[in-house]
């Protein structure tokens, strides 16, 4: 009877463990791999969590065999026999642990080294990154616009299969930059530059996401980061670069698209944006003023029912001639003047 008991256990614990494994393997827990670091990164993940796994494996069968086979019958209302250490078991307990974070420390800095690691030769793109309350913006330091500034864009588009290295800070608290997908994170904060490398190996849209709790705006503190071919990434340095000559509602169009398309609706644009105001409705009529001050100074005129979370930094952000072209094209678009 005891016999077949511990074989349906074990036949039960066998079924059990693999349509875990299953579990564990058929669905991809992980975000899509869309950067050379990336496999780098899930081999750390998988290692540990192969090892944890057979950890648990074996724990919990050990602790389930021992309830099972040690428990005391329904008449044995004895004190259990006293029981002293064992030398041999606590030795290895605590060489066996030492030896797997051992291993796990030393694969993970080997992995982080190389996924950080930028060729010698070949010149990489650099971009600085920078992180405010609650928006991201990047800057092109190669890219020199004709009136000598470097291109600036509230979204970060980049060239597929080349190296980046992002030069990382913030203005105001620790902020953490992650596109998911790219696996590779790295922590913003105010006064220290910070790096990380990216290879972007897959062309599409993705999300950058703050994930380092920052206040009130953090969780909608996102943008967006879009990878293109050699060819459409010059085209759209060509395009900046126009539209930064151009001046007026064109370039204003432009840092709205980058800029503020994320946050607020706006019909003109084609815009969804839900955190902010619906700027057809609360920019009806209004004068280039109120614009002006809504933009460069948000806090001094909150709409009813919205969060006080806009950077209030764009006046310093962006060139008087790029503000008088958002002004321009939002007071076209909202019919306001
Ligand atoms: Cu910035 Cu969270």
């Not at 030069?167 to 105001?172: F, G």
């Not at 380092?212 to 459409?232: F, P, Y």
Request: glycine fraction near 8%; aromatic fraction near 8%; include cysteine.
């Amino acid at each position: 009877m005891r016999k077949r008991s511990i074989i349906q256990m074990t036949l039960v614990g066998v079924a059990v463990g693999a349509a875990l494994a299953l579990v564990a393997l058929l669905i991809p827990w992980l975000p899509d791999a869309a950067s050379e670091q990336a496999g780098i990164i899930d081999s750390v993940y998988w290692l540990v969590t192969v090892i944890c796994v057979a950890i648990f494996a074996i724990v919990a069968g050990v602790a389930v065999y021992a309830v099972y086979k040690f428990r005391a019958p329904p008449d044995d209302l004895d004190d259990g026999s006293p029981i002293h250490g064992h030398t041999g078991l606590e030795i290895v307990w605590t060489l066996v642990p030492t030896a797997l974070v051992t291993l796990i420390a030393v694969y993970s800095g080997v992995a982080l080294a190389k996924a950080e690691n930028l060729p010698e030769d070949d010149g990489h793109r650099v971009v600085h990154v920078t992180a405010e309350q609650f928006a991201w913006s990047y800057e092109y330091p190669d890219v020199e616009l004709e009136n000598g500034e470097p291109l600036r864009s509230g979204e970060l588009v980049l060239p597929v299969d080349q190296p980046v290295e992002f030069l990382i800070t913030s203005k105001d608290v620790l902020h953490s930059f992650w596109v998911p997908e790219w696996r590779m994170k790295q922590d913003a904060v105010r006064g220290v530059t910070t790096r990380t490398v990216v290879e972007p190996t897959k062309l599409g849209t993705f999300e950058v996401i703050c994930t380092e709790l920052c206040g009130l705006g953090h969780a909608i503190m996102r943008s967006q980061a879009r990878v293109l071919s050699t060819a459409d990434f010059e085209a759209w340095v060509a395009e900046q670069r126009r539209l930064a000559a151009e001046g007026g509602s064109v370039q204003g169009e432009a840092l709205f698209t980058a800029q503020c398309a994320s946050c607020h609706i706006l019909e003109a644009a084609g815009s969804q944006g839900q955190v902010g105001p619906n700027l057809d409705e609360a920019l009806q009529g209004a004068d280039e003023e109120f614009v002006r001050e809504s933009i460069v100074d948000p806090s001094a005129s909150i709409a009813e029912g919205y969060e006080d979370v806009m950077p209030d930094n764009f006046g310093e952000l962006f060139t008087d001639e790029q503000i008088d072209g958002l002004v321009e094209y939002l007071l076209e678009s909202t019919g306001g003047g």
